[in-house]
Nanobody, 128 residues
Framework: VQLQAFGGGLVQPGGTLRLSCTAS????????LGWFRQVPGKEREGVAC???????????VYADSVKGRFSISRDDDENVVYLQSSSLAPEDTAAYFC???????????????????WGQGTQVTVSS
């Protein structure tokens, strides 16, 4: 049972990137899914969360730092969650992690949850 994130890399400021996260050993449809990021020496930051569409409303929430630039989506048929990012800036440089939780709905305290599953990180570097 695991999550695996893909799609990180080096991108120029102002560029776009799409991260993917696939699950093996379980079905994502009943889980709230999210993305976190972390820079060495700094606190981990919740980036985005999307509620289950199977047993919740599929709603999304975002950190203020990425609102209007990042978009989280899910494809439950493919068992994948995505994070589409645009207008990337150097401060977006971080290791990005996908998460899943059986609470299904992204509540107001979603950034503080102890998530059921964490994926391995994928590094995003924004630099010219």
């Amino acid at each position: 049972v695991q999550l695996q994130a893909f799609g990180g890399g080096l991108v120029q400021p102002g560029g776009t990137l799409r991260l993917s996260c696939t699950a093996s050993g379980f079905t994502l449809g009943y889980y709230a899914l999210g993305w976190f990021r972390q820079v060495p020496g700094k606190e981990r930051e919740g980036v985005a969360c999307i509620s289950s569409t199977a047993i919740s409303d599929g709603s999304t929430v975002y950190a203020d730092s990425v609102k209007g630039r990042f978009s989280i989506s899910r494809d439950d048929d493919e068992n994948v969650v995505y994070l589409q990012s645009s207008s990337l800036a150097p401060e977006d440089t971080a290791a990005y992690f996908c998460v899943a939780d059986r609470r299904a709905h992204c509540g107001g305290d979603w950034t503080n949850w102890m998530y059921d599953f964490w994926g391995q990180g994928t590094q995003v570097t924004v630099s010219s």
